[in-house]
Nanobody, 115 residues
């Protein structure tokens, strides 16, 4: 059964915005760092952003100033607010949990930035 469920992907024009969400169980959410990774066509999966269960954040250089990761403790969910999207942001975005669970992955949600 799915333990991480992503939503919010879609098609957006360059310069636009999208908000991705990842729902987790309370036990997974509270005991693990949560993160977003992406995989563009023909490329390896890469880190986008991470937020620990303590609230510390880390971003890949290519999204700093444009993307914001946050946790909603009441909903056991992590979000990725993406602004000023570029064509090169296109890819499948995966939610992850790392810590007590080892590492878990969601099935991914497609983000396509195109005019």
């Amino acid at each position: 059964q799915e333990q991480l469920v992503e939503s919010g992907g879609g098609l957006v024009q360059p310069g636009g915005s999208l908000r991705l969400s990842c729902a987790a169980s309370a036990s997974i959410f509270s005991n693990n760092a949560m993160g977003w990774y992406r995989q563009a066509p023909g490329k390896q999966r890469e880190l986008v952003a991470i937020i620990t269960n303590f609230g510390t954040t880390n971003y890949a250089d290519f999204v700093k100033g444009r993307f914001t990761i946050s946790r909603d403790n009441a909903k056991s969910a992590v979000s990725l607010e993406m602004n000023s999207l570029k064509v090169e942001d296109t890819g499948v975005y995966y939610c992850s949990a790392a810590g007590s669970v080892g590492i878990l992955w969601g099935q991914g949600t497609q983000v396509t930035v195109s005019s």
